[in-house]
């Protein structure tokens, strides 16, 4: 039955998971072997070195991994069901270009406050897609409605980036790394408590209203007929999507294309209904930003590569076919 | 069963409908016809939630509006004209149509599967029903949303054109099939239908709109001795026999 091959699909990310998680570990500009690693898990004497890199790095790193893994898939599979188009995600919502925008003119107008910026970015992101929400949402056909909206807010806040970065050269390089998207800035674990509630906050709704988002993605009559309040529902989908999305892009940066992919693989995996394939993009999303970052870390050791580049380098080509695949089914 | 008393729609300043009564009677199959634009199928919007009405439209007495989106989805389902293309499964589809009964999060009883097998039995779906609905072919397509429709299992089921782009075929197949729910199960059926000829020949009752009203509610019978057709459609009608010896209504 279909819960039989969701549950064997999530017992080979949980392997894939450790394995990425141990590596993490393990791999690095300090290399551990097995034994190194549990004596430093356990903070044996003698280890001291290798348990502060443990526990204040890569511990953090691969938490902030994860968390980011599960927010972004998770939105993306939530903004794909409800506008019932697969390639939405948090980027094209311009949720992403709403937390850029209010960061780069943090930077800008009040490089004092830099601190702040995890506060500023989740306003940014959520404010964004309030907006999103409250001219799509009014449209006559609210599915396309909504893109629409996160096409032009895209479009606005994108313009207003380049008009702060022209007037204030020296931002970029500050804004330069925010906009690539890595988990390089993770400011220690405590830092990552907020996110975390949010991000699991909103999969764990998401999982309780599933079966109604997919009556959602079927149309507002359908989903009247089914004795639902479509614009209601598509709210609070939205606020729920923009939610996790707004406190990943607080610690991640504008980290690309995890909502795209994670979303649509896990949908042709595990199947179209949202109680199948979220699970599958909460720990599929935590897998892929983990191993992408271990990768980002390796390949040109002692220097990173920021795991948006990673993301960017295999998101890009996954567009060319994903619209290839519609074109060629579009001919049956 | 269903009343509208006094009903009217206003889209901006668009009458859609205007001052409709009528009364669509318990168990029985009414179809209602009507030129493109008279408002058939904003008449059937009225009864999800998402039209604002001014009058009464009562549901086994109950008003409408007092409802709950999820009491008014347990006695009353819409299939509209547009089926989404959603890579859902048949089986799946019926699955959500359990949902008006269900807890938000909450799982299928047993009963609640069971209507699911039904609905899917009952639509001819069985060997379809693992298949997305965006592979079906037109006609596969609108059984997998009757079997949806089945599993919610309301005593008040409508239809929005339902046979509009399916072949001669499929349509003497699905009315065939909204027959056996208003015979079989008790239901009262709504059917919106263009072609008048399918429409005479499946109803019990019949409801005209013209011109964003009702202009008459009644029997079969009644439609064609007021000879309705030629006034509201300018047509003629005529009755022959089949090899079965049974009467059809042929308009012309």
């Known amino acids: 039955m279909e819960n039989t091959r969701r549950n064997r699909i999530l017992l080979l990310l949980s392997v894939l998971f450790v394995l990425t998680a141990v590596f993490g570990f393990v791999l690095g500009s300090a290399q551990m072997d097995i034994s190194t690693l549990f004596a430093a898990l356990l903070q044996k004497e003698g280890y001291e070195t290798q348990s502060l890199i443990l526990y204040s790095l890569r511990l953090p790193r691969l938490f902030a991994g994860t968390l980011a893994g599960i927010g972004l898939s998770v939105s993306g599979a939530l903004l794909q069901s409800i506008t019932g188009n697969e390639l939405a995600s948090p980027n094209i919502l311009g949720i992403n270009a709403g937390a850029g925008f209010c960061m780069i003119a943090l930077l800008s107008f009040f490089p004092q406050a830099v601190h702040l910026s995890p506060v500023v970015c989740f306003v940014g992101a959520f404010a964004t897609a309030l907006l999103i929400l409250a001219v799509g949402n009014r449209l006559p056909r609210p599915k396309t409605g909504i893109l629409l909206a996160g096409v032009a807010v895209t479009a606005v806040f994108n313009a207003g980036i380049s008009l702060v970065s022209l007037l204030d050269t020296d931002v970029l390089a500050a804004y330069r790394f925010f906009s690539v998207g890595g988990l390089d800035g993770t400011n220690g674990i405590s830092s990552l408590f907020l996110p975390a509630i949010m991000i699991f906050g909103s999969l764990i709704a998401s999982l309780v209203l599933a079966s109604r988002a997919d009556a959602l993605s079927l149309g507002d009559l359908h989903a009247a007929s089914l004795g639902i309040r479509p614009a209601r529902l598509r709210a609070v989908c939205l606020a729920l999507a923009a939610a996790s999305a707004a406190a990943v892009v607080s610690f991640a940066g504008l980290l690309g294309f995890v909502g795209l992919i994670v979303p649509h693989l896990a949908r042709k995996t595990a199947g179209q209904p949202l109680r199948l394939h979220l699970p599958v993009c909460a720990l599929g999303g935590a897998v892929l930003v983990c191993l992408s970052d271990l990768i980002g870390r390796l390949v040109i050791a002692p220097a990173e590569l920021p795991v948006g580049i990673l993301m960017a380098l295999a998101g890009a080509p996954f567009y060319f076919v994903v619209l290839f695949r519609r074109s060629r089914d579009a001919v049956l | ?252």
């Open chain 2, 1 to 252: 069963m269903l009343c509208f008393e006094n009903v009217s729609v206003l889209r901006g300043r668009k009458t859609v409908l205007h001052n409709v009564n009528a009364r669509i009677p318990k168990e029985k199959l009414t179809v209602i016809v009507g030129k493109n634009g008279s408002g058939k199928s904003s008449l059937l919007s009225c009864l999800t939630g998402l039209v604002r009405y001014t009058g009464k439209i009562l549901l086994d007495g109950e008003d409408l509006s007092a409802l709950s989106p999820r009491t008014r989805a347990q006695k009353c389902s819409l299939m509209p004209q547009l089926l989404p293309d959603t890579a859902l499964t048949t089986r799946q589809l019926a699955t959500l149509g359990r949902e008006p009964y269900l807890a938000p999060g909450g799982k299928l009883s047993q009963s609640d599967r069971e209507t699911v097998e039904n609905a899917i039995r009952f639509a001819r779906m069985e060997d379809l029903q693992d298949t997305p609905v965006n592979r079906l072919s037109g006609g596969e397509r609108q059984r997998a949303f009757l079997a949806m429709a089945a599993a919610q299992n309301t005593p008040l089921v409508l239809f929005d054109e339902p046979t509009a782009h399916l072949d001669a075929d499929h349509v003497g197949c699905f009315l065939q099939r909204v027959r056996a729910l208003a015979d079989e199960q008790q239901k009262t059926a709504v059917l919106v239908l263009h072609d008048l000829t399918a429409a005479v020949n499946t109803a019990d009752y019949l409801l005209v709109t013209d011109q964003n009203t009702c202009v008459f509610c009644g029997t079969k019978e009644e439609f064609l001795q007021q000879n309705m057709a030629q006034s509201v459609f300018n047509l003629h009608q005529t009755a022959v026999c089949d090899p079965d010896g049974k009467e059809r209504i042929l308009f012309y």
